[in-house]
């Protein structure tokens, strides 16, 4: 049965303004958006709106060629191609949902090109910094050293999202295995395999355990709390991460959970594993978002190249360089 097209109603340009809250209050319904999604669409959408103003058109009622001016007037402030991609994105949206309640026949967003975005390089930390935070996590000692150490080699041995690390069951660990199984996006299982520092870190973690387990119903998570969900939240790990990090002494803006799984897949491929291998490992369905980590890997050896090759080093002044000794001279002989 063939779903019956509403009759596009035309809605004077004046009560266009008024779209924008029933816009956001059906991602709210609709879509379970978040409360900082909605506050970037509201923020996004009130920005073209005060710049069509100027022009004696509203957001409801622009045209092409408005919209157009308006992507023109962000390049020449001076805004990334990232974030005026991302206010089109919500133009388009936002056009959309109009078309969908009747209130326009046309999307005059069809006829815009994205900005064209450069590629950006996920954050990592070198190997060296890595292994600054662990030695500093083991630094803590107690219960809450050694939880923090089994953290941190299982993210940085596995590359595992945050919210899989988290959420890890208990029995995603069997004492006699040397792989994590891990149900990521979609509900998809994979096996990831573990490397010794991981096994004996969890080892004495476990040793620890009870001491972090404050109901016995959420004795099924790995790493058990207080919280409202009955594990480690992102939240509280994040800021473990950030407080190690100023422990390590490296700026704690460098580290978080995301940032360790960026690494895991760098240092791979630094040391090289098959890109097959490290998708498989990180969950990715496309191995296209794999392919980003060989971009950060040449960028590192770029700049290896650059700063230590000593044909990259910029040539010293003739008056600076010594022409050097005649052998006889530097071997001690008379001449």
């Given at each position: 049965m063939s779903a019956v097209r509403r009759t596009p109603r035309r809605i004077p340009a004046t009560q266009a303004d008024g779209r924008i809250d029933a816009f956001l209050e059906m991602l709210v319904a609709e879509r379970g958006a978040a409360r900082n999604t909605v506050d970037a669409y509201r923020r996004d959408l009130r920005d073209a709106s005060a710049f069509l103003d100027t022009r004696d058109v509203k957001l409801g009622g622009a045209e092409p060629d408005d919209l157009r001016a308006y992507m023109a007037h962000l390049s020449e402030t001076g805004l990334s191609?990232?974030?005026?991609?991302?206010?089109?994105?919500?133009?388009?949206?936002?056009?959309?949902?109009?078309?969908?309640?009747?209130?326009?026949?046309?999307?005059?967003?069809?006829?815009?090109?994205?900005?064209?975005?450069?590629?950006?390089?996920?954050?990592?930390?070198?190997?060296?910094?890595?292994?600054?935070?662990?030695?500093?996590?083991?630094?803590?000692?107690?219960?809450?050293?050694?939880?923090?150490?089994?953290?941190?080699?299982?993210?940085?041995?596995?590359?595992?999202?945050?919210?899989?690390?988290?959420?890890?069951?208990?029995?995603?660990?069997?004492?006699?295995?040397?792989?994590?199984?891990?149900?990521?996006?979609?509900?998809?299982?994979?096996?990831?395999?573990?490397?010794?520092?991981?096994?004996?870190?969890?080892?004495?973690?476990?040793?620890?355990?009870?001491?972090?387990?404050?109901?016995?119903?959420?004795?099924?998570?790995?790493?058990?709390?207080?919280?409202?969900?009955?594990?480690?939240?992102?939240?509280?790990?994040?800021?473990l991460l950030k407080e190690l990090a100023g422990d390590a002494g490296i700026d704690p803006g460098k580290v978080s959970p995301h940032v360790l799984r960026h690494a895991f897949a760098s240092h791979l491929l630094a040391h090289g594993a098959d890109l097959r291998a490290v998708q498989q490992m990180l969950g990715h369905a496309d191995i296209a978002t794999t392919q980003i980590y060989t971009h950060v890997v040449d960028e590192r050896l770029k700049a290896l190249v650059r700063d230590r090759h000593p044909l990259a080093k910029p040539a010293a002044n003739d008056a600076d360089v010594q022409e050097p000794l005649p052998t006889a001279k530097r071997a001690g002989e008379r001449g």
């Open positions: 191609p990232r974030t005026a991609a991302r206010r089109l994105s919500a133009l388009r949206q936002f056009f959309k949902f109009m078309q969908e309640e009747g209130w326009r026949e046309e999307d005059p967003t069809s006829q815009l090109e994205s900005p064209q975005q450069g590629r950006r390089l996920p954050k990592v930390l070198t190997e060296q910094e890595v292994n600054r935070l662990l030695d500093a996590a083991k630094r803590k000692g107690g219960p809450e050293g050694v939880r923090l150490v089994a953290l941190l080699e299982v993210l940085y041995a596995t590359g595992l999202r945050v919210s899989e690390l988290v959420g890890l069951p208990f029995s995603a660990v069997a004492r006699d295995t040397d792989t994590l199984l891990v149900r990521g996006k979609g509900g998809r299982e994979r096996m990831i395999p573990l490397g010794a520092p991981a096994r004996e870190a969890l080892d004495a973690y476990r040793k620890v355990r009870q001491q972090f387990l404050k109901r016995e119903e959420d004795d099924r998570w790995l790493f058990p709390s207080r919280s409202a969900g009955g594990h480690l939240t992102r939240h509280r790990l994040a800021q």
